[in-house]
């Protein structure tokens, strides 16, 4: 069987990772399951600098989801590569730094640095986070300053780019033609959709941040429309998300047209989920006589 996917030049050796924001650094999730086993790492949203996130209340369980406003608190870049990144390597895991910075020149800067970081093959740059106030959504809701930071952060990156991709746009599909034509090696699809939460005895918004990312279950059928849609539209690969939570979500994704998955808001029920889906994977393609993922790939279109 063959469960390599290629992005760029790095060659993962399954697709299940799990997404920015719900693994830590990879420490934390390697005390419930082997990193050294799935496919990739993405860590927590990276900035230059070390980041405190948003004040207040950061994380609600909803009816099958979760509203988080985190603000993508981290342990700043030169930590990140003299603390974290060693740890991940001697594990034997693919790690895929997410960059989030505030402004377009401190992501091209981060391109350029962790890019070229020794053990790192590819970067997600994430222009769609909802829970800050600079950068973050401004980044993937726009157009013009879409492109503008994708055309220069693809001139100082020397590993894969990967573009993490608002849902919290009119046409997804837009941002991933463009994404494509600009020289990104993929797309991930999706980050969390907008929502909010009233807080009924003091009558105002939960979050201090008013409004917060949406993930888990409750958005699976709108990420599975959306690779859908974006699937018919370009020919880089997309590495889906948005409610996984079983080897049953993995394949209506691969379906629909994700080459890879992340698993996001289920390792907070069951942390060791990553490493069991890629056992559930490779039965499921034993089962089916699946000799290559390439072959469920887009298949419902």
Sequence with gaps: MDTKVKIGNLVLKNPITVASG???YGEELSKYADIAKIGAVFTKGLSVNPRRGNPGNRILETPSGVLNSIGLENVGMEEFIDKKLPFLLKAGA???????????????EMCRVLSTTPGINAVELNVSCPNV???GMAFGTNTEVFCDLLEKARKVTQCALIVKLSPNVTDVTTFAVHAEKIGADAVSAVNTFLGMKIDIKKKKPHFNNKVAGLSGP?????????????????????IGQGGISDIDDVIEFMMAGASAISVGTANMIEPGISQKLVTDLEDYMKRESIKSLKEITGVAH
């Design 218 to 238: 409750a958005i699976k059928p709108m990420a599975v429309r959306i690779i859908y849609q974006v699937f018919d539209k370009i020919s880089i690969p997309i």
């Design 133 to 135: 106030k600079q950068g």
């Design 22 to 24: 719900t693994a830590g």
């Design 94 to 108: 693919t790690p895929i730094p997410n960059i989030a910075g505030h402004s377009i020149e401190e992501n091209i």
